[in-house]
């Protein structure tokens, strides 16, 4: 997985058909998206139940790019093996999920995968600086964490701008996760993200018959984000 800023769009399955995942999967494959962001709730750390590692594990043959997975769960360590067994790719923990998050890094880091820490709304950047050297990737909650359709949250762009420019020249992404369409898009993108998650901004209108709504959402979506780039 060889690193790069272009804009990445990162369907959250949240949105998607439950009863259809699979196909799911691979419609937001076919009409273009870049990753596939899987968003596990274990109704503790977030008010929300969703999925474990049996079901990365079930989709993971249907995805054939980037498997993005967002654990919103504590305590997470214990759950790590299950979550690498399963095939993720980018394993992401939240920095208020534990005490020792920097162990739960290491751990991740152990293996072939690719680490993520992510931020709620209320939690400063701060609160990871000691860890931008351990990551590959900061995910930051637009959102509070728990459900989707939620409306983006605008104070998290200057926060984005901040997390810019802590990571300076490091190989780490930038990931926006809650309330993107195309008209927040542009706001993230030029704040610095690259990696832009979006749920019912993508599924909404659209199926696993009807997959073209899902690809004009994705194009939209990313148009929107680089042209805020070009512009800027």
């Known amino acids: ?30 009409e273009g998206c870049d990753w596939v962001h899987i968003d596990v709730m274990d109704g503790h750390f977030v008010p929300n139940i969703t999925f474990g590692a049996q079901t990365c594990k079930s989709l993971r043959p ?20 299950s979550f690498l067994d399963a095939g ?5 923990v939240h920095a208020e999920a534990g005490f020792h998050i920097h162990r739960t890094l290491q751990k ?6 690719k680490s ?32 989707g359709g939620q409306k983006f949250i605008h104070s998290q762009v200057e926060k984005i701008k ?5 990571i300076g020249e490091r190989d780490v992404h930038i990931e926006v996760d809650g309330g993107v369409t195309v008209d927040t898009a542009p706001l ?13 901004g993508i599924f909404s209108g ?23 780039i070009i512009e800027e």
């Open 162 to 166: 901040s997390l810019k420019n802590m």
């Open 116 to 147: 993520g820490i992510a931020i709620n709304p209320g939690t400063p950047i701060s609160s990871i600086e000691n860890f931008i050297d351990m990551i590959d990737l900061v995910c930051v909650m637009t959102v509070n964490p728990g459900f």
């Open 188 to 200: 993230v993108s030029r704040a610095g993200a690259d990696v832009l998650v979006a749920g019912s």
């Open 1 to 30: 997985m060889a690193f790069d800023k272009s804009i990445k769009i990162a369907p959250s399955i949240l949105s998607a058909d439950f009863s259809n995942f699979g196909a799911e999967c691979e419609a937001i494959e076919r």
């Open 108 to 113: 991740i880091n152990s293996h072939s995968v």
């Open 206 to 228: 659209g199926s696993v018959e009807n997959t073209s709504i899902y690809g004009n959402n994705i194009r939209a979506i990313r148009e929107a984000a680089n042209a805020a």
């Open 88 to 92: 993720a790719d980018i394993i992401t």
């Open 62 to 81: 249907h995805i054939k790019k980037i498997m993005d997975v967002h654990l919103m769960i504590s305590p997470v360590d214990d759950f790590i093996d």
